[in-house]
Structure formats: C-alpha cells, structure tokens
C-alpha cells in the first residue's frame, strides 16, 4: 500500500520544487514588466492619497533600495531555501506571517465552500440520476445551469439582499465568527454544486446502465442497496476528481467573494500586493497558491487510488 | 414592566450602558488597515480613539489642548514649549512622558509623518513633562500638525530600533484587543484612561473596500457608523428605515491639476469655461452644487462670496481659446503652431465618482475642440507623472485639511507647485503670502489675496466640494460629524434609550 502511493507522492513533491521556481522566477519578471514606477505605487500603499509625494517615495527608495532589482530576486530565492519568505515591502511584516492569517481566512472559506458543494451536489445528483428525466432531474439541470452561469459578485449581492436585509437572518459582510462564513460560503458553493450535480448524475446513470449493476440488481439487492454497497465508492471517484479540479475555479471565485464580503485572504492578497508592487508578497501568495494546486492533487491521487485499488495495477 | 426596567437600569447611571445593550459598535469605512504604525493607519487609530495626539482639534477645526494642557512660543517663534498631561498612561500601562513623547514625534518625523514638512531642527524632553520644540525658522503651523494622525503619539515599547512601528499602544480612550489586518481591528475600554470612560465598551472597525457591500452592511443594521458611501447607494439609504445619512461639506475640492508648462493661464481659463460644474455636480456626484471657487464656503476664512463664479460658456471658451491662439485645423481639432490641443485626464478608480467625472470632462473638453483621452490608473502616477515632467492634467480630489488649517496644504501644493497641487505655475507674491501665513508673520488680508490669485490664475481647475457621506444608526446616539474627518467622537457613543 505504502509503495503504491509512494511513487505518486515522490512525483508531486518534485513537482512542488519545480512550481516553488518557477513561481519566483515568474512572478518576479512580470512585476518588474508592469508599467510605472514600483517605488510609487509601494509609497502609495503606505502612505495613502493624500499623502503620496515625490519626498515619501524617495523616502522608501532608500528604505528597501530597488524591488525589481536581481539582488533582490536571488535574496529571495537564499530565502527559500532557509524557509524565509521575506518581509512585505508595504507593511513590513514578514510575509509567512501576513500569509498564515490570509490563507487562515480562504481555507475556511474554502473548507466552507466544499462542505456546502458536497452537502447540496452530490445528494441532488444522485436522486436525478436514479431518475433520469423525472421533475426533479430537469430542474436540478436548471438550476445547475443558472448558478453555473451566475456570476460570482451577482450571486454574493443577491445572496445578501435576500437573506441579509430581507430576511434579517445573516450578516451582510464582515469576518471573524461562523456566521459571517455561511453568505460566502454558499455563493462558492452554488457555483460547485452545480458541477457536481451534474457529474454525479451522469455517473449515477453510466452505472445504472452497467453489467455490474445489473447483476447486483439480478442477484436480489434492491436498488438503495445497490447505491449504498456499489454505486456511491463509482460515483465518489469522478466527483473527487472534480473537486480537485474545481479548486482552480475556488480559487478564482475567492478574490470576488472575499472581496464583496469584506473578508481578508489570499485572494485578496495577492490582487493587493500585484495592486501595491510588492514583489515578496506577490511571490509568497503565488508560491502557496501553486503549492496548495500540487497539495490539493496529490491528496484527490492519494484519494481516488484508496477508492479504485484498480489504479495502482494499471 | 419592561418600562420600569429601562427606568431603574436608567437610574443606575453609568453602568447602564454596558447591561442595556451586549453589542459591539461596529464602524465600517473602505480604508483598509496597513500596519500599526500611525504614518500608514493613522487615520483609522484616531477615529476608533485607539492613539491622541499633543494638540486636538474641534469639528470647527480650532486647536484644542490634547496630550499637552498648554503650549508656548519664546519671543523668536523658534522655540515651542509642550507641556503634557500627567497621569497619562500607554496601553501597555507605561507612563507618558517627555522623552516618550519625543522618540515618537521624532520617528514619525524621520519616517514620512507630516512633520517632516515643518523646518525642525530637533524635538526633546526639556524636563519629565516638557516637550522641547526647536525650529530653524518661525512656523505658526506647528500645533495645527501636531493635531494630524500621523503626529500621533504612541508607546516607546511599540517602536522597534529600526523606526518601525511593531504594534499600535496608543494613550487613548480604547485599545486594540485584535488587530487583523487588512480588514478588522478590535477594540476595548483601556481602563486606566486618563478622561472619560468610553460609553461602549467594545467596538470594532471594518475595512470594506467595496461601497456596495458597505452600504449593504449599513442597510443590514451590521454596520452602525458607516463612513463614505457612493451616490447611488445614498439615493436608496436615504429610504431605507433604522438609520440616517449625513451629508455635510467638507474642506476636500474635486479638482483638475493642469501642467502649466503646456497649457498657459489663457488657455487654462478656455478649458475651465468648458466646463459644466453644476452638471457634474448634480448628475454624477449627487451634490447640490459645482464649485464656484476653488474653497467651499464651509472654509470661511478662505471663501469670497465676493468672486466671481466660475462660468460654464462653451461659446466663450471657444473664443478666449481662439485669442489665446488656437483655432480649428481642416478636422475641426483646436491647434496652435501645428500642435493640436491633446489632453490626458490621468485619474485613478479607487474613488468611483474620479472616472465618471473624467469622462464627463472628455465630453465637454472635445465639445470645444480639443483632443482628450482618459488614462484611469493607480493613484501614484500623479506624483510620479509630476516628477517627470510628462504629466497633461490630472483628476482627483485633494484634501485641504490634513491639517485643521489649509495653509498646510497650500505650503505643499501651492508654494509654487507639488505633487497635488500647481504644476509648471509659480508666482512670487503667492509663494511668499504662503510663507508668511505659515510663520505667522502675514499681514492682514493676505488670504483674500491668495485666494484672488488662484481664482484668476487657476494653477488647477476646481470643479467640485465634496460632500462626506456617512450613516449613523438609529441604535447609536453622540455620533461627532467631523469635516476634517478626523474623528468619530467613538468614545462618547452611546446606545439609544
């Protein structure tokens, strides 16, 4: 078992270097391309707009010498490797630390969103499955394409029109206690939910149509037995793979939802420091983000071969 | 029953707040939380009452005694005396003295606080509770910034030995019990405060960029004091129950710098009478009215009833244009000397209205000839375009109040030119009644000169007087409208009976 998952897990963590690299490389060349004076727009998140001068930039140009220099690029890299990510050019913090309280927030968020998907997906799916072109199975297909095409910050305003100021049940935005997490939560997750719906019902009905239902069906279980003893581990290898691929799309829908709920992360962080030229910051998200990617698919592997032992032979 | 209830709680006086109510005052506004350090967050410390500064000021804008009781000038206006508050301890429960006092003042000054701009030669302790001031010339303005959030005082322990700022501790009434950056800091009673107790005993502030969602947040009855909203949102809360919204004028002109050295004052005059400010005003901004003048009347030591307005008269913009040597080209396009009139609106997004505006004085400015493009972009590029020289105009809003007394702001901006203010414009006289207005040493009716000057000159085109928008709950009573928005009055809040 531990040999089968071992060369897996040896590949992604190569992976991690190779993402680790070239994030910093990229992530550096292209806030060095981007228009105007990095200086400015770092003195400019520090000091705000009235009190952005010519005399506050020099200022911090001879506080923190020139950003888009390749010293700076290969302090970061020595960095790296001493597990030493930097300090932020706006606040002066070091970047672990601003990131452990962002990343903190999205996983939650996150984490949130996930159980919500999976809460209201997969169930909807299946029955729609077991019941393909029933009522029930054309409006999951509705549904699932009208939250599919919503947009996010649509999707988050109406959310808070409705349940917060209409029904006076949830918080409008903010962060810090489970109940500012359910609004964010659910507008990520009736974007997921749709996808997942949707995959589990075609794999609900690709195994309906199988020889292996078939015969548990012929051999005397009834069908919620059948679902229970078979059809759910069929069905939970496709919608995990999804996950795992949806977590591109979570990450995008992050940025909007964090920002329409006023709520920190690393979305938010990164636009704010691509925003605010702050290249150690933008190098320390993108870096997480990239390692999260290669975390995220080395579990759903780890996961779906638990699932399908069928996997590790072919 | 419950009536008798409220009475007897009434009774009890000062412990009645903190049983009548559990809740939390929130205060929302769209500035995000940078760091501790008051050069960055200032802005936010002062109004949750978190820091105090030497000098305070009223919502008139006149100074008041803060950390110092009292303040002296020796005969040569070099020397200022400060002599501080006793019994007055940091968060941290050290004591404020005069060399706490001057290690912060001193940081500030070497770390972009305003009083970098004032001519110091040195601030320090005289004895334990005297702040020494020494100037290298007279500057009247001193107290004035000495009243600004980046003069804030803060604890010796909350300064690293590099000039960094590690955390806020701070003298005033609360004091920070969570500070999560970029979007929340929580804050409590400090108990050993040297005034009036807060009346609510915990309070949060929100950073919430968006104004959709704050105003949601106001709507909602999360947010009890929201600050900043945009004129669409005030159109539908001025509906909604449980809260009111305040609009009051404040010393902020919306305005359009303009390189001087391409557009000389005739041609300066042209493209201001282009322009419709009472259109602007009412269909963008929601405001009552367009600029009339560079100052709004609230400044009223700085406002002429007297001026004349300044006009819309697209016909006569055409002709002092054409007297000032442009005329159309085959294409229509106004030229001079082969060049045609091209003009950049730089302007930057993070205050909505900005573009909008821009987009307005693309419209009109093409109206009369000319040949403009909108570049909206970060806020920055102003000062950095004013730098290098290749700045065309520039839209965006200018606060002249940073300190209570606009002389400060003029000094930077107008005397004879910065970053946000006159560009490739000087004048002697003006430079030097600025001068003598900081050290205090002006003659009488200096101002009404200044601001003669800037109407017949126009350095920039002002255009419009902000209006500072905020909701106040029905559930909070005290609530301060500060025009300076320095503060919140957060302290003395109270819940409604």
């Known amino acids: 078992m531990i040999a089968t998952l071992a060369r897996p897990l040896g590949w992604r963590l190569a992976q991690a270097w190779m993402v680790a690299i070239l994030v910093g490389v990229l992530s550096f060349l292209m806030m060095s391309a981007l228009p105007g004076d990095m200086i400015f727009r770092i003195a400019a998140a520090r000091f705000g707009y009235d009190n952005v001068t010519a005399e506050n930039a020099e200022l911090v140009r001879a506080q923190i010498g020139d950003p888009s220099d390749l010293s700076a690029f290969f302090d970061w890299i020595a960095g790296l490797f001493r597990g030493d990510l930097g300090r932020s050019l706006v606040t002066g913090e070091a970047v672990s630390a601003e990131i452990a309280h962002q990343l903190g927030a999205t996983a939650q968020l996150a984490g949130i969103a996930i159980v919500l998907s999976l809460v209201i997906g997969p ?37 808070i029109v409705a349940v917060s100021i209409g029904m006076g049940l949830l918080p409008a935005a903010g962060h810090g206690e489970l109940r500012h997490m359910i609004l964010p939560g659910l507008t990520l997750a009736l974007g997921l939910a749709a996808n997942t719906t949707r995959i589990t019902r075609e794999a609900v009905v690709q195994a309906r149509g199988s020889d292996w239902w078939r015969f548990a069906r012929w051999k005397g279980m009834t069908e919620p037995q059948v679902v229970r003893r078979h059809g759910l581990r069929h069905v939970a290898v496709p919608v995990l793979t999804l996950i795992a691929a949806q977590f591109v799309a979570l990450m995008e829908g992050v940025v909007v939802v964090e920002t329409i709920f006023g709520w920190p992360g690393i979305g938010h962080a990164l636009v704010h420091a691509v925003f605010h030229r702050d290249v150690p910051m933008v190098q320390g998200t993108a870096l997480v983000m990239g390692l999260a990617f290669v975390l995220v698919n080395a579990l759903a592997d780890v996961a779906a071969r638990l699932l399908d032992p069928r996997e590790a032979t072919r | 029953m419950f009536r008798t209830l409220s009475l007897a709680l009434f009774m009890s006086g000062a412990a009645l707040p903190a049983l009548a109510t559990e809740g939390v005052l929130d205060v929302v506004a769209p500035f995000e939380l940078k760091g501790p350090d008051p050069v960055q967050s200032g ?25 110092a009781t009292s303040w002296t000038v020796a005969e040569d206006g070099l020397s200022w005396r400060f002599v501080l508050r006793d019994g007055v301890s940091f968060h941290d429960g050290s004591k404020m003295d005069a060399a706490a006092v001057a290690q912060s003042l001193e940081r500030s000054r070497g770390n972009g606080g305003l009083l970098a701009k004032a001519p110091i030669q040195e601030i320090a302790p005289l004895d334990d509770m005297t702040v020494q001031i020494t100037l290298s010339e007279p500057f009247a303005m001193l107290p004035s910034m000495l009243a600004e959030y980046r003069s804030a005082i803060i604890a010796p322990a909350a300064i690293a030995e590099d000039g960094s700022v590690t955390s806020a501790i701070g003298t005033g009434p609360y004091r920070v019990t969570d500070y999560a950056p970029p979007n929340k800091m ?18 949060v502030y929100h950073g919430i960029s968006r104004s959709e969602t704050r105003a949601l947040m106001a709507e909602s009855g999360d947010a009890d004091i929201t600050l900043t909203l945009d004129p669409a949102s005030v159109t539908r809360l001025n509906r909604a129950d449980g809260l009111s919204v305040i609009s009051v004028p404040i010393p902020r002109v919306l305005m359009l710098k303009v390189n001087g050295a391409v557009f000389d004052v005739e041609t300066r005059k042209g493209l201001s009478l282009a322009i419709d400010r009472a259109g602007i005003a009412r269909a963008v901004l929601r405001f009552p009215e367009g600029a009339t003048q560079m100052f709004p009347p609230g400044m009223a030591d700085w406002h002429d009833p007297e001026l004349p307005p300044l006009a819309y008269d697209p016909e006569a913009a055409r002709t002092v244009l054409a007297e000032a040597g442009w005329t159309p080209d085959a294409d229509g396009i106004l030229q001079r000397d082969g060049k045609r009139m091209e003009i950049e609106i730089l302007t930057y997004p993070d205050r909505p209205e900005l573009p909008l505006v821009a987009a307005v004085l693309e419209q009109q400015f093409a109206a009369i000839g000319a040949r403009p493009v909108i570049n909206s972009t970060n806020f920055s590029e102003i000062p950095a375009k004013h730098g290098d020289g290749s700045l065309s105009t520039a839209l965006f809003a200018r606060n002249f109040a940073l300190v209570p007394d606009p002389v400060g702001t003029l000094l930077q901006d107008y005397a004879p030119g910065g970053d946000w203010g006159a560009m490739g414009w000087s004048n002697e006289a003006f430079t030097a009644g600025v001068k003598a207005l900081a050290a205090g040493s002006a003659d009488e009716g200096t101002r009404d000169k200044l601001v003669a000057t800037l109407h017949a000159e126009l350095p920039v085109l002002p255009i419009a007087w902000y209006q500072l928008t905020m909701t106040v709950s029905d559930k909070v009573t005290g609530v301060v409208v500060d025009p300076f928005e320095r503060t919140l009055g957060l302290s003395q809040v109270g819940w409604s009976q």
Do not use: C, H
Request: overall charge negative; cysteine-free.
């Open chain 2, 43 to 67: 802005n936010i410390l002062i109004k949750m009452d978190v820091t105090e500064t030497l000098v305070d000021a009223d919502a008139t804008g006149a100074l008041l005694p803060g950390l």
């Open chain 2, 186 to 203: 929580a804050v409590a009673a400090f108990a050993d405060y040297w005034g009036q107790a807060p009346v609510i005993a915990d309070a």
């Open chain 1, 123 to 159: 169930p909807l799916g299946l029955l729609a499955g077991l019941r393909p072109g029933s009522v029930l199975d054309r409006a999951t297909v509705l549904m699932a394409s009208v939250f599919k095409a919503t947009p996010q910050f649509l999707l988050g305003l109406v959310l």
